[in-house]
């Protein structure tokens, strides 16, 4: 009995015994610390990789709707918490060769990264004087459009313009007609095999609200912004309803995925529409002088207006 006191009461086991017991809960808290930070560190990167897909999507379709023949080229991802931020480069297909012509940024997740962009987009023209244009970070005149259902005071051509220009270049023009034509209704059938075509989103109030500011405000700042004016493109040399459905039904897709309001309502206008009865209101065109003329000449176009110009070769 009395060892049995002297081991119970003996200091140094039980200095040794206490000491034994802090490091098996110091292990185990360092175990459980780092399980934590890899199990946070796994959602981390699952809620990124999931919020990063997302985002990529809806911006790329948001680039694709908003300027005609451009794709996202290049992405450069940086991980933060529970999302991160994309720089982007936007690339546009000039035919022969596909060109960079802006760059930009955007955050996604649950918390976004938060990112300062300083700049302002550039524009020429005084009011009254001329048109007053927009130009992308390339230095490319933005193409604006004129909608067939709006009188406008004046419109623009460029026709002279590129026939002032070199013969050896690819010149992106955007054409804007005279009514809007139904698929099987429009009066063209061979053209440059890279075209682009404007479809009709626009409802009866928004037509009206263009035609009211047509009315009210100065001419030179009178058109359709590229941005705003949405389609979708095709690669063929001949006028194909079957591709032309095609290419609309992938266009509908794009207006659901992009997060754009304007193009959520766009998505609502159409959706319940058949093909047959889309309207097309115009179209953007890639070609040399030559293969370009014919759409010049044709009776259906109102406005011509230059966009990018590359070398043919």
Known sequence: M??????????????K??????????????TIAVLVFLLLNVLNFVAYLYFSQRAFKQMDASVRLSTP??????????????????QYKVKKDMKHKAVAIEQSQYSFGLIPSLSISRGAGG?????????????????????????????????????????ELGDD????VAFSFDKPYKPSDLPIFEF????????????????KSLQQHANETDWSANFIRERE???FSQNAPSYSISSLEFGYESFLNLLQTSNWTEHKNAYKILKDKDFEDIEILGMVLYGTKEELQKMFDHPIVKAA????????Y
Not at 17 to 30: E, L, P, S
Not at 78 to 83: A, F, H, K, M, Q
Not at 169 to 172: N, P
């Open 192 to 207: 440059p095999a890279m075209s682009w075509f404007w479809i009709n989103t626009y409802d009866d109030e928004a037509v």
């Open 69 to 86: 023949n451009a794709y996202i080229s290049h992405v450069v991802e940086s991980v933060g918490i529970l999302g991160g931020q994309a």
């Open 169 to 172: 270049h690819i010149y992106e």
């Open 123 to 163: 524009s020429i023209g005084v009011t009254g004087e001329d048109w007053q244009l927009s130009y992308k970070d390339n230095g490319w005149q933005e193409l604006i459009f004129f909608h067939p259902s709006v009188t406008y005071k004046q419109y623009k051509n460029d026709e002279t313009l590129i026939q």
């Open 17 to 30: 015994a206490v000491n034994k017991g802090k490091r098996k809960t110091f292990f185990k808290m360092i």
């Open 229 to 231: 004016a949405l389609g």
């Open 305 to 312: 207006s230059l966009g990018g110009v590359v070398d043919h």
């Open 2 to 15: 009395k060892e049995w006191n002297d081991d119970l009461f003996d200091e140094a086991k039980i200095k």
